[in-house]
């Protein structure tokens, strides 16, 4: 298995990061475009498709047809 897919998704979603501070607290704002990208990727190293909502979601719905 290769992890290239995922790295990519990973530093898609670190270069279009913004991050505020101020003296009482620090905000890191992700477009959510980029996370759920990244949360696909790290599902398809690290999730089995058994315990993935999100493929037996899709899964379902394609045995559906």
Not at 37 to 56: A, G, Y
């Amino acid at each position: 298995m290769t992890f290239n897919n995922l790295k990519t998704s990973w530093q898609k979603l670190v270069q279009n990061t913004t991050y505020t501070a101020d003296q009482y607290s620090q905000t890191v704002e992700v477009p959510l475009s980029f996370f759920e990208d990244f949360q696909k990727e790290f599902n398809v190293c690290f999730i089995e498709p058994d315990e993935d909502t999100e493929f037996l979601s899709w899964q379902d719905g394609w045995h559906d047809e």
